[in-house]
């Protein structure tokens, strides 16, 4: 499919998704917004992609948040709107049933940082800024950031860099969990696709329901949480893949998971 705003390519189970306004420090607009959940709801669906990447274009910019000259002429409804079709977006992101990785290229701001928060593994280049700089224009953090910022940080961390709205280099970023690693920006994307071919060495199914018991483990109790692991572990246990994992462990050889 053709884009205006984001690029896309796959290669060795590999989906890019790549926000393509550089001119604009890949900031979204409502277009990108749209075109972005095509691309992720597209390799999601795509049996030949098994981690997706997620990054921006250029070397400046991951996304430097929203495409503030929407916002003007928008009433409630209207923000309101806006704020819930990016929250959507999220939501698909993180509940992916196939990994995704933020390549933190640079600057990823208000949005930015709302959608690294949104994937399931992060990486920053040493020249990355992040940081939920919202209250500076008079409103709040609306694709996720006050409620992931909260669960990844802690609601202190949280609290502090949303109502300062503060922006953080990647050392910081990486000091209090926000992201995963730091590495050179030549280095970037090589490090993620490293990262993303030791995923796709895994069972489909058991990253899939990996990602299903952390994330449903946090709104939960440790005892309903402990449960729900329970299930998934019984359900990825009665998986082919299970078996062909045991067996090519026995056997002393790799495995061929089909994902079933």
């Known amino acids: 499919m053709d884009y205006r705003n984001i690029l896309t390519r796959k290669a060795g189970g590999i989906g890019w998704i790549i926000v393509n306004r550089p001119d604009k420090l890949n900031a979204l607009n409502i277009e990108t917004v749209l075109e972005l959940r095509s691309g992720f709801m597209g390799y999601v669906a795509d049996p030949e992609v098994r981690v997706i990447i997620l990054t921006g274009a250029g070397e400046k910019a991951f996304i430097a948040g929203a495409d503030i000259g929407e916002f003007v002429g928008m009433d409630e ?6 704020a819930r079709r990016g929250q959507d977006l999220t939501a698909l992101i993180e509940n992916s049933r196939k990994p995704v990785i933020a390549a933190i290229n640079g600057y990823a701001l208000g949005g930015g940082t709302e959608f690294a928060l949104a994937c399931h593994i992060r990486v920053a280049s040493e020249n990355a800024k992040m940081g939920q ?24 961390k949280a609290m502090e860099l949303i109502l300062s709205g503060r922006t953080i280099d990647s050392k910081e970023a990486c000091d209090i969990g926000l992201v995963n690693r730091v590495v050179p920006l030549a280095e970037l994307a090589g490090t993620c696709e490293k990262l993303a071919n030791e995923i796709t ?14 994330n449903r483990g946090l709104d939960q109790t440790l005892e309903d949480g402990l449960r729900t692991e329970a299930g998934l572990f019984g359900k990825s246990f009665l998986s082919e893949d299970s078996q062909e994992g045991t067996k090519a462990f026995l056997e002393k050889r790799k495995a061929n998971f089909k994902g079933k």
């Open 201 to 214: 060495a895994n069972a489909p199914l058991a990253l899939q329901y990996s990602i299903q018991a952390i």
């Open 133 to 156: 700089p919202e209250v500076k224009l008079g409103l709040i953090p609306g694709f996720g950031g006050t409620q992931r910022l909260a669960r990844l940080v802690g609601k202190g």
């Open 77 to 82: 409804a209207k923000a309101e709107e806006y």
